[in-house]
């Protein structure tokens, strides 16, 4: 059984350090996650769950009528199972139902299945960031959905 929940505790946060872990170079701190948890009215954690178990989740800040996704992760066993689409949707909804229905993101040039994910929930490509990422350098992509750039 698959489920989506914000998470509003830092009682769940090992298995958000271990899919960082397994899903990026440069992971956040238990600090970096418990900072947000403590701003409930700006940050957001979403998961999904399957079976209990959580398997994604995705990180975002709401920026007056916009959110800001900064992590976003599927564990890679779970991948290509449609979670990462689900769970876009269901935060994307989650967010246009109390007021935010635009979107932005930077994701890496070379990371192909994230664009994709991405394009496939209506983000278009509105920008470039250089040199954005380390580990490798790499440029950043800024992604706009619900309009085709900052306001």
Do not use: K
Request: charged share 20%.
């Amino acid at each position: 059984m698959t489920s989506f929940d914000r998470l509003t505790s830092a009682a769940e946060l090992e298995a958000i350090l271990a899919l960082d872990a397994v899903c990026f170079h440069r992971p956040w701190t238990r600090a970096d996650y418990e900072r947000e948890l403590q701003d409930s009215g700006r940050c957001f954690l979403y998961v999904v769950r399957v079976d209990g178990a959580i398997v994604g989740y995705c990180s975002f800040w709401r920026v007056f009528d916009e959110i800001h996704l900064n992590n976003f992760a599927i564990h890679p066993s779970r991948r290509s199972q449609g979670l990462g689409r689900a769970l876009l949707a269901h935060v994307l909804g989650e967010a246009t139902a109390f007021g935010a229905p635009c979107a932005t993101l930077e994701v890496r040039a070379s990371n192909a299945a994230a664009l994709a994910l991405y394009e496939g929930g209506g983000f278009t490509r509105a920008g470039l960031r250089q040199a954005y990422y380390t580990h490798p350098v790499e440029d950043a992509l800024i992604l706009w959905r619900g309009r085709t750039g900052p306001p």
